[in-house]
């Protein structure tokens, strides 16, 4: 009888045969536990191998999602977190990116566009802060390691920004006077050429929900045990207006990609009459300027 699988975690996507490789790790007794519990040994055995994310206590941990950290459950234990598979959503309490970010704002600046205005969508999922995580063989800790980085990958683009939340005002933010407008601003206007003092960019992080994913999968031919289901790159996904006098909206999405030269993918919709080069957006992502990739694809657009 086949055990049920509920992850194709760890992937390997540059080596695909080394997610079948499997070393145990030895394990120890603890003589005082035997002690107690004498009729039933199994019961003694205690971890001795743990994945530690805090530095031996030094840091708070990482900073994940409910979803990815529901994964790091089934791959530790993949029946242990069949009875716990509904979702967390944080409805009235702070969200996985409200526990990442801090509270201060910044504006990007450009020379070659008008400062961007970062708005953020925090998804509606509970986060957690891991800190330990006990492993009986590499496989797992290749496993985890295959979900953190990918949260991690996440978390070091957000905290490249700092935000504040909407409706409140940033002591750095200078205001703008409102004078009239000159006889040179109108034309623009009525042109279509007139510059924005800002561009608004509104920022999301598609959800996932893998646990639910794998676990509705279609079984295989023998009824017992369930396909793997490759796990969903995490993406953020960047909507902002197109380059007057253009209209609508060009949308950037920056998928994470193992297997790529750089790391990432990007796909761009929109951008009408734009002169883009995805291997240099990717190249701007990869030294840390992901959040903005929408000036970037604006100055590009013709006037």
């Not at 330990?132 to 979900?147: A, D, F, R």
Request: proline share 8%; aromatic share 6%.
């Amino acid at each position: 009888m086949n055990m049920p699988t509920f992850t194709a975690r760890p992937t390997f996507p540059l080596a695909p045969q080394g997610s079948d490789l499997e070393y145990s790790f030895p394990q120890t007794m603890d003589q005082s536990s035997a002690m107690m519990v004498s009729k039933d040994l199994e019961a003694s055995k205690q971890y001795m191998w743990v994945l530690d994310f805090t530095d031996g206590g030094k840091n708070a941990g990482i900073v994940m999602s409910q979803s990815r950290m529901r994964e790091i459950e089934l791959i530790v234990n993949p029946l242990g977190g069949i009875d716990t598979i509904d979702p967390v959503m944080s409805f009235g309490t702070d969200s996985w990116v409200d526990l990442l970010l801090s509270p201060d704002a910044q504006i990007s600046p450009s020379s070659v566009h008008p400062p961007l205005q970062l708005r953020l969508t925090a998804p509606e999922e509970a986060g957690f802060l891991l800190e330990k995580v006990p492993v009986h063989n590499m496989k797992e800790v290749w496993g985890i390691l295959e979900v953190v980085r990918e949260q991690c990958w996440l978390n070091e683009i957000l905290s490249a920004c700092q935000w504040i939340a909407e409706g409140l005002r940033s002591s750095t933010e200078k205001s703008t006077s409102e004078g009239e407008a000159t006889e040179e601003e109108l034309q623009a206007i009525l042109d279509g050429s007139l510059l924005p003092r800002k561009i608004p960019v509104n920022v999301f992080l598609p959800s996932q929900n893998i646990a639910t994913d794998t676990l509705f999968q279609t079984p295989d031919m023998d009824g017992i045990s369930i396909s793997h289901l490759p796990p969903r790159r995490p993406r953020i996904v960047m909507t902002s207006p197109e380059r007057p006098p253009i209209s609508g909206l060009v949308e950037i999405a920056i998928i994470y990609d193992e297997s790529r030269p750089r790391g990432i993918a990007i796909e761009v919709n929109g951008a009408m009459g734009s002169d883009i080069q995805t291997d240099v957006l990717e190249e701007i992502c990869r030294r840390g300027g992901a959040l903005s990739l929408a000036g970037r694809v604006w100055s590009k657009a013709l006037p």
